[in-house]
């Protein structure tokens, strides 16, 4: 058998929002079932750890969820664009995922569970979107591009990467590199160590994320709101003039996005860059130090000192 060499290097390719819109909203309501099941079964960890999706070779998954003595996962492999579901008694099923609708995808995740004795008991409603039909009454048909998709999962994993480059930089708390099913963007999140002041408004999930000082970073692929691919980083509780420090590379800039002040970098801009690698690192740090200097972390101590 001829297995074909690998082609190695980092490949950033354009994300246009109007051209993959579909696919992404197909794909945003597939993972929040997927999330939804991962919240109701795993475990509950601080700061809702246990609700989002992670990166992995293939695409997206849940990792392993315990239930009742029998351990299941179910991962979205976006080379097959199948979702997989599988459990430690070698029981085994793959959901093709274009031409589904979401009523169609949510019945088949619920009929594989139940077989493999894994009953589905979840809010069956879209979480925080427009669309507020539930899953099981969503049958209009829904764009799946697998294209736009292989695309999509090959640009994020390749910011996975960096993501966790990033992170292996600093030694105090920090989350692991995640899929957040709930906004659809990727995300990495450090802790100075301090309680944060209570919040007063949110719902009781921000109460709980944001109980401790955090400096956060992501890369979301555009949204109806912000129709474009950008890279963001945000601190809370948000330190009085932020905005005074400087950004790098030169593209990277101060911006408010959702009533909150944050670091920007557009995905355009970015994948021009000479070194786009370079780049995301010099803007995850700028915008690390900027935070951290004007809330008086102790930039030093949670730094790791041998890190390049």
């Known amino acids: 058998m001829t297995v074909s060499s690998p082609v190695i290097g980092y490949d950033f390719p354009p994300l246009p929002y109007d051209q993959w819109e579909g696919t992404k909203q197909t794909l945003h309501l597939m993972m929040q079932i997927v999330g939804k099941i991962r919240l109701k079964y795993h475990p509950k960890l601080n700061h809702w750890w246990h609700v989002p999706l992670y990166p992995s070779a293939k695409g997206f998954t849940t990792g392993r969820i315990p239930y009742n003595g029998l351990d299941f996962e179910l991962e979205f492999d976006f080379n097959r664009h199948v979702l997989e579901i599988r459990t430690c008694q070698d029981q085994h099923e793959a959901i093709p995922l274009p031409g589904l609708t979401i009523a169609a995808f949510y019945e088949q995740v619920k009929q594989t569970l139940a077989r493999f004795g894994l009953p589905v008991r979840i809010v069956a409603l879209p979480y925080d979107l427009p669309n507020t039909v539930p899953f099981a009454e969503d049958t209009q048909p829904r764009e799946y591009d697998t294209d736009a998709a292989h695309r999509y999962w090959r640009i994020t994993s390749q910011i996975a990467d960096i993501f ?145």
């Open 164 to 308: 966790a480059e990033f992170q292996g930089h600093f030694v105090g708390k920090s989350t692991p590199v995640h899929q957040f099913w709930h906004s659809f963007d990727l995300a990495l999140t450090r802790f100075s160590g301090r309680q944060a002041p209570p919040r007063t408004t949110g719902t009781r999930v921000d109460k709980e994320a944001y109980s401790h000082e955090v400096i956060s970073f992501g890369f979301w692929p555009g949204d109806p709101n912000l129709r474009e691919a950008a890279f963001y980083s945000y601190a809370y509780p948000m330190p009085d003039g932020i905005t005074a420090e400087p950004l790098s590379p030169a593209i990277a800039y101060w911006g408010e996005y959702r009533g909150s002040t944050m670091a920007l970098m557009k995905y355009a801009d970015f994948i021009r860059q000479p070194n786009p690698r370079e780049a995301l690192l010099q803007c995850l740090e700028s915008a690390y130090q900027a935070a951290a200097l004007r809330a008086d972390w102790p930039i030093e101590s949670l730094a790791r000192q041998d890190a390049v």
